[in-house]
């Protein structure tokens, strides 16, 4: 029972553990990543240089970045081109503007880039660097044969005083409670993809909640 132990249980606990804590983590970078945001919309409207056109094709390509953030986190998706297309796009556009866009203006809006940028790799990377492949697999593989150990230990302990339904329901309430620690870790491994109850919100991290 020992060896089982240290063979299921702690290697399921380090994994949840790990888990949630990268669950907080991304819960303070997306804090991070929508202040930034809502810093760079009010910069932009309180900018007396710019047009009211201009300063409304600046919060769509906010609200861009915001959307695409979503979308990618939400399908796991690998491939970054797409968000850091439509956070470049502000870069962009503040280039085509030239010296309409006042220099503090300008200032600002590339000090915050840099956060918007720190802040999505950091999501980033949360979403695609998870547990280890191998420790999840060594994981289920001793949980699926847990069974065939564990059963002849309690046949031999208390087999000859209690019915065979006694024996057949330690077994298996000790087999449901670790299959459920291991899909309880399976589902913080992915917090963005709104499939399990303790999943990041991400309708509450967007440009416009």
């Known amino acids: 029972m020992t060896l089982l132990s240290i063979a ?3 290697p399921l606990v380090f994994s949840i553990r790990g888990s949630f804590r990268r669950r907080e983590k991304a819960l303070q970078h997306f804090s991070r990543f929508r202040s930034a945001l809502k810093t760079l919309s009010y910069y932009i409207s309180s900018t007396s240089g710019l047009q009211q056109e201009q300063k409304d094709h600046m919060f769509v390509l906010l609200q861009n970045i915001s959307d695409e953030t979503m979308k990618h986190l939400a399908s796991n998706e690998e491939c970054t081109q797409v968000v850091d297309s439509a956070i470049n796009g502000l870069h962009e556009y503040l280039q085509e503007l030239g010296g309409e866009a006042p220099t503090k203006l300008k200032d600002r809006v590339f000090k915050f880039l840099n956060r918007l940028h720190e ?20 994981c289920l593989i001793f949980i699926y044969a847990f069974p065939l150990i564990y059963a002849p230990n309690i046949l031999m302990n208390i087999g ?7 024996i057949f329901f330690i077994v298996l309430l000790t087999q449901f409670i670790l299959i459920t620690l291991y899909n309880i870790q399976d589902q913080l491994e992915y917090p963005f993809d709104d499939d399990g109850l303790d999943d990041i919100k991400l309708q509450n991290f967007k440009f416009d909640r």
Do not use: C, M, Q, W
């Open 8 to 10: 299921i249980v702690f």
């Open 119 to 138: 802040g999505f790799e950091n999501l980033h990377a949360i979403n695609t660097h998870r547990t280890p492949v191998s420790l999840k697999a060594y």
């Open 160 to 166: 000859a005083t209690h019915p065979d339904i006694v």
